[in-house]
């Protein structure tokens, strides 16, 4: 027969395990606040902070004058003629540059996927302007572009009257250009890094069936690519915000009027000390942002759902 004693020891040793499971439990939270604690707080003071203490100057008449104003900034920013060509000149060069950027690297990692000569070659080729700096590139695009440069000495061979790409109805077009050149090799390796995790099994089933190329492609491949197109789309649009090194190094802080972009304007004002303009701005564009890339997010988790499950 079983005493009370061993009842009792019955009763506490389930007690001693779950109270043993949450203590490991514990030490497992703790490690991992001590892994992410550097980075939370390096993220919170360089980005966080900063960017409330941006919206806070969005509210207030000027950082001496703390008077808030409520809306007063974001008014007198949307009725500004300089933001407005800013935002019209940035928005088109994005709708143009980022969808060929994602295309023309995604057919580019198609081909290089196929079986054609020189593949290293030209792997290498579209990979080399990431090494150039941006001086270079700007450099080689002035000995092309400019009044005097390559491109209207090759011209007016043809009886063709020189142009002066950067401020002319072209200009847009010589930008597009160079993102494009610059950009588009980083993109295709990661479309070309996407495609060799596609299932082979699907493929292979695909080719059974005897479905054509297209089909494949829309089917199969187009799908399981989704992820990376999303990818791609976010850093090509973030790149297209940057194409500005380029523009102010070869045109400067006023450059012709449809090269005027939101970070000339942003500069600009930053240079005359504007700050509350320039916060209500920067806030603008930052909601834009994440508007933007919520509803991407959203595209790509209707378009690659069925995937998933």
């Given at each position: 027969?079983?005493t009370?004693?061993?009842?009792?020891?019955k009763?506490?040793?389930?007690a001693?395990?779950?109270?043993?499971?949450?203590?490991e439990?514990?030490k497992?939270?703790?490690?991992g606040?001590a892994?992410?604690?550097?980075?939370?707080l390096?993220?919170?003071?360089?980005?966080?902070?900063?960017?409330?203490?941006?919206?806070y100057y969005?509210?207030?008449k000027?950082p001496?004058n703390?008077?808030?104003?409520?809306?007063?900034?974001?008014?007198n920013?949307?009725?500004?003629?300089?933001?407005?060509i800013?935002?019209?000149?940035?928005?088109e060069f994005?709708?143009?540059?980022?969808?060929?950027?994602?295309?023309?690297?995604m057919?580019l990692?198609?081909?290089l996927?196929?079986k054609?000569?020189?593949?290293s070659?030209?792997?290498?080729?579209?990979?080399?302007?990431?090494?150039?700096?941006v001086?270079?590139?700007?450099l080689?695009w002035?000995?092309?572009?400019?009044?005097?440069g390559?491109?209207?000495?090759?011209?007016m061979n043809?009886?063709?009257?020189?142009?002066?790409w950067l401020?002319?109805?072209?200009?847009l077009l010589?930008?597009?250009?160079?993102?494009?050149?610059?950009?588009?090799?980083y993109?295709?390796?990661?479309?070309?890094a996407?495609?060799a995790?596609?299932?082979?099994?699907?493929?292979?089933?695909?080719d059974?069936?005897?479905?054509?190329?297209?089909?494949?492609f829309?089917?199969?491949?187009?799908r399981?690519l989704?992820p990376t197109?999303?990818?791609?789309t976010?850093?090509?649009?973030?790149?297209?915000?940057?194409?500005?090194?380029e523009?102010?190094?070869?045109?400067?802080?006023y450059?012709?009027e449809?090269?005027?972009?939101?970070?000339?304007?942003?500069n600009?004002?930053?240079?005359?000390?504007?700050?509350?303009?320039?916060?209500?701005a920067?806030?603008?564009?930052?909601?834009?942002?994440?508007a933007?890339?919520a509803?991407?997010?959203?595209?790509?988790?209707?378009f690659?759902?069925?995937?998933e499950?």
């Amino acid at each position: 027969m079983s005493t009370s004693k061993d009842k009792t020891e019955k009763r506490n040793k389930p007690a001693r395990k779950v109270f043993g499971g949450s203590k490991e439990r514990a030490k497992d939270s703790l490690r991992g606040a001590a892994f992410l604690g550097p980075s939370v707080l390096g993220v919170s003071i360089f980005y966080i902070v900063p960017f409330l203490v941006v919206v806070y100057y969005s509210f207030i008449k000027s950082p001496i004058n703390h008077e808030f104003v409520f809306l007063d900034n974001y008014v007198n920013v949307i009725n500004n003629e300089a933001f407005r060509i800013a935002v019209r000149n940035t928005l088109e060069f994005s709708l143009i540059s980022v969808p060929l950027a994602v295309i023309l690297s995604m057919g580019l990692a198609l081909m290089l996927e196929a079986k054609i000569p020189l593949k290293s070659q030209f792997r290498t080729f579209f990979l080399s302007p990431i090494m150039v700096p941006v001086a270079s590139v700007v450099l080689i695009w002035q000995v092309l572009f400019d009044y005097n440069g390559v491109i209207n000495e090759f011209l007016m061979n043809f009886g063709i009257d020189k142009i002066d790409w950067l401020k002319s109805d072209y200009c847009l077009l010589v930008i597009s250009v160079l993102y494009l050149w610059k950009n588009l090799g980083y993109n295709m390796i990661l479309f070309m890094a996407a495609l060799a995790n596609v299932p082979r099994e699907l493929l292979e089933a695909a080719d059974v069936e005897g479905a054509p190329d297209w089909y494949k492609f829309f089917a199969i491949k187009l799908r399981y690519l989704s992820p990376t197109v999303l990818f791609v789309t976010i850093l090509s649009l973030i790149n297209s915000f940057k194409v500005f090194r380029e523009i102010y190094l070869l045109t400067g802080n006023y450059p012709y009027e449809r090269l005027y972009m939101m970070q000339h304007f942003m500069n600009n004002v930053f240079e005359n000390i504007d700050y509350q303009k320039l916060s209500a701005a920067a806030v603008l564009l930052a909601l834009f942002m994440v508007a933007l890339i919520a509803v991407l997010f959203k595209v790509e988790d209707i378009f690659g759902k069925d995937v998933e499950g």
